[in-house]
T-cell receptor, first 116, second 112 residues
Framework: EPEVTQTPSHQVTQMGQEVILRCVPI?????FYWYRQILGQKVEFLVS????????KSEIFDDQFSVERPDGSNFTLKIRSTKLEDSAMYFC??????????????FGEGSWLTVV | SQKIEQNSEALNIQEGKTATLTCNYT??????LQWYRQDPGRGPVFLLL?????KEKRKERLKVTFDTTLKQSLFHITASQPADSATYLC???????????FGKGTSLLVTP
C-alpha cells in the first residue's frame, strides 16, 4: 500500500540552528500538509500546500517556518532558527483531493525533532 | 474558543467486550468528524468519517455516532481484541478549511 515517507525519523539540533524535515507524499497526491504533536499533547495543524502555494496555515506557522516542494516528489518543512518549544513530532500528510468535507488524508510516521 | 474533549483517562477493557470512546466539542459546528488510531511513536491512521447530516456509520467492528445537538461523537469497537490497544483520536473539520482539529485522544488497553 502506498505510504507517506518522512526523513529523518529523529533529529537532535541545537537551539538557533536551521532544520529541514523531508517528506515524500503518496505519488498521485496533490495536497500536502504538515502537522505537529508536542509530547503528550494533541496533533496540531501547521500548514496545507497545493499547486506550489500555501493554501492555509495556522497561528503556529509563523515566519520561522517555511514549506517547499523542491521537485516532483519531495515536500519539505524548514524551521529557520529552532527554539526549545519546537521540540515535537512533525507529521507530513498528503491527500489526492483536498482535505475538505472530510476527504481522507494519509499521515507519515513522523520526524521526531529534539531541540537542545 | 473551540474545544475538543476526549476521555483523558485510559480505558481498560477485557477482550471481547465493546469499547466506547467519547468525543465532545464546544464552540464549534463541524461539517464532519473523523476518528483515527495512533500507535506509540507512529502517525495517525484514518478509521472512519461521519458527516454532520449522518447519525451513524459502521465499518466492520467499528461504529461511530454523531449527535450535533449534544455536540458529541461516540466511537465503538465491538468484540475488542488486544490488537485494538492504541490511542484513538477524534478530529473535526469544516467545509471551508483544510485544517483538522484533533482532540488529545483516549488510550485504549484491551487485555486478554
Amino acid at each position: 500500500e502506498p505510504e507517506v515517507t518522512q526523513t529523518p525519523s529523529h533529529q537532535v539540533t541545537q537551539m538557533g540552528q536551521e532544520v529541514i524535515l523531508r517528506c515524500v507524499p503518496i505519488s498521485n497526491h496533490l495536497y500536502f500538509y504538515w502537522y505537529r504533536q508536542i509530547l503528550g499533547q494533541k496533533v496540531e495543524f501547521l500548514v496545507s500546500f497545493y499547486n506550489n502555494e500555501i493554501s492555509e496555515k495556522s497561528e503556529i506557522f509563523d515566519d520561522q517556518f517555511s514549506v517547499e516542494r523542491p521537485d516532483g516528489s519531495n515536500f519539505t518543512l524548514k524551521i529557520r532558527s529552532t527554539k526549545l518549544e519546537d521540540s515535537a513530532m512533525y507529521f507530513c500528510a498528503s491527500s489526492e483531493v483536498p482535505q475538505l468535507s472530510g476527504n481522507t488524508i494519509y499521515f507519515g510516521e513522523g520526524s521526531w525533532l529534539t531541540v537542545v | 474558543s473551540q474545544k475538543i474533549e476526549q476521555n483523558s483517562e485510559a480505558l481498560n477493557i477485557q477482550e471481547g467486550k465493546t469499547a466506547t470512546l467519547t468525543c465532545n466539542y464546544t464552540n464549534y459546528s463541524p461539517a464532519y468528524l473523523q476518528w483515527y488510531r495512533q500507535d506509540p511513536g507512529r502517525g495517525p491512521v484514518f478509521l472512519l468519517l461521519i458527516r454532520e447530516n449522518e447519525k451513524e456509520k459502521r465499518k466492520e467492528r467499528l461504529k461511530v455516532t454523531f449527535d450535533t445537538t449534544l455536540k458529541q461523537s461516540l466511537f465503538h469497537i465491538t468484540a475488542s481484541q488486544p490488537a485494538d490497544s492504541a490511542t484513538y483520536l477524534c478530529a473535526l473539520g469544516g467545509n471551508s478549511g483544510y485544517a483538522l482539529n484533533f482532540g488529545k485522544g483516549t488510550s485504549l488497553l484491551v487485555t486478554p
